[in-house]
């Protein structure tokens, strides 16, 4: 289970000293912690994949906010925290993948306009968790729903 080896892996970043992982770690062990809590369940890998992914989001949104402000110490941090959470993330998906999703998805739903995109982007959003970025994606369908 994805949650055990993130908790193996903050053992062993524990043993070898390695704050600045450790700290991302038990970011993540947090807020998975904090989903749990508040919902009363027991997260299995699709969602603590959600989670990872949603934290992957907010660092690239804030990587962009410290760009601006020239704060490359804060980008350092933050593109590390990407790198941390990332190895959990299963391997992105090419270019190619994605649009072969898109005309699986099309074909699956019967869309025809933007109209539907809602419900390709449903279709694919469990397929495509953790594995590509919702707005690229929805950008592309987007795209071959106008074409």
């Not at 809602?118 to 469990?126: A, D, E, F, V």
């Not at 994606?137 to 987007?142: E, P, R």
């Amino acid at each position: 289970m994805l949650k055990q080896q993130i908790q193996d892996d903050m053992k062993s970043a524990m043993k070898t000293g390695d704050k600045t992982r450790l700290g991302t770690i038990r970011l993540i062990l947090a807020a998975i912690k904090q989903r749990e809590v508040d919902e009363r369940i027991e997260l299995d890998d699709q969602q603590v994949l959600a989670i990872l992914d949603k934290m992957v989001k907010q660092r690239r949104d804030a990587i962009a906010q410290f760009e601006i402000a020239k704060r490359d110490d804060l980008v350092k941090k933050e593109t590390f925290e990407i790198e941390v959470c990332q190895k959990y993330l299963p391997e992105a998906l090419s270019t190619d993948a994605i649009a072969s999703l898109i005309e699986q998805a099309i074909a699956a739903t019967g869309a025809s306009s933007p109209k539907d995109m809602g419900k390709i982007m449903g279709w694919l959003k469990p397929i495509i968790q953790g594995r590509a970025d919702g707005k690229t994606v929805s950008s592309q369908v987007k795209t071959r729903l106008i074409a």
